[in-house]
């Protein structure tokens, strides 16, 4: 994955929804969604869900104590 696409699946677990990522990044919604065409795509996922279960797996993301997901910065 790109640094940037790190950042979107970081998003994703952390569960921002694409017009949060598209503002907190500055880029549009449909660079958003392209990013995550390409990152579906490069692990294999097809869900939000699938995504953020695999970036908790490669050390993306953590879970938290609570039912939200801890993101590493």
Known sequence: LTPREVEIVKA???GDSNRDIAGRLEISL??????????????????????A?????????????SSRLEVPV
């Open 12 to 14: 994703v677990a952390g």
């Open 30 to 51: 449909q660079t958003v969604k392209h990013h995550l065409t390409s990152i579906f795509d490069k692990t294999g996922t097809s869900s939000r869900l699938e995504l």
């Open 53 to 65: 279960l695999f970036a908790i797996r490669n050390r993306l993301a953590k879970r938290a104590s």
